[in-house]
């Protein structure tokens, strides 16, 4: 890639942007009071404001490697405390993808060196849903389910946070889980059942 090519789009950007608004970055600069924390992928296919039809100020944006929320990541719940705590986002969404390159490197066994600690909280996803999984057949089906269930327990450790539970007690927020399909384009809403998934164990995550 030739890096001045960025440079100049960046300047070709800001000639739209301003023969649209002449103030547009006056009002970019006062600050920001997005409605939705995307929590997405890395991949370099999976642009969160691109997919879902928003510009800049409209979603509060995280990637890592195959969307995860792990409890012991401080990037990922800081990002949830300021987005939850302090902009006071009204929902939270889990953006999974299939084809993700995550996913299918925890469904093997390779020595993926610095990844393994990574990869291990994926991989503990299929050992929870480990029965489900191993009885589909196709591999390529049992991959996209895998993506499907990695996006529902990253959404049910989303809950298990205190800042997203007292939210959704005090203005009810809410917590999404999604999937983009990159074959089609399409963004799928898995209309996960949280209070079902949630019901037998709840007491145990539930903070005052």
Not at 30 to 50: H, M, N, Y
Not at 118 to 125: G, H, K, Q, S, Y
Request: charge should be negative; include cysteine; hydrophobic fraction near 40%.
């Amino acid at each position: 890639m030739n890096l001045d090519r960025v440079f100049e789009n960046n300047e070709v950007w800001i000639k739209e942007k301003l023969s649209t608004n002449p103030k547009y970055f006056d009002e970019l600069g006062e600050g920001q009071s997005p409605e939705l924390l995307f929590i997405g992928c890395s991949d370099s296919r999976v642009t969160a404001e691109e997919l879902m039809g928003l510009g800049p100020g409209e979603a509060f944006v995280h990637r890592n490697i195959a969307n995860m929320v792990s409890g012991t990541d401080l990037n990922v719940m800081s990002v949830v405390e300021y987005a939850v705590v302090h902009l006071k986002v009204n929902h939270v969404v889990v953006c999974g993808h299939y084809a993700c390159g995550g996913v299918k490197a925890a469904m093997q066994s390779a020595d993926l060196g610095i990844l393994n600690p990574w990869l291990r909280n994926i991989r503990d996803v299929y050992r929870l849903h480990k029965n489900k999984l191993n009885a589909i057949v196709s591999e390529e089906d049992r991959y996209d389910r895998f993506v499907e269930l990695n996006v529902q327990e990253q959404c049910v450790n989303l809950i298990k946070t205190a800042a997203v539970q007292k939210a959704v007690r005090e203005r009810g927020l809410k917590v999404h889980g999604w999937v983009f399909d990159i074959h089609t384009g399409k963004l799928v809403d898995l209309k996960i059942d949280f209070e079902a998934i949630l019901e037998n164990i709840r007491e145990i995550y539930h903070l005052d």
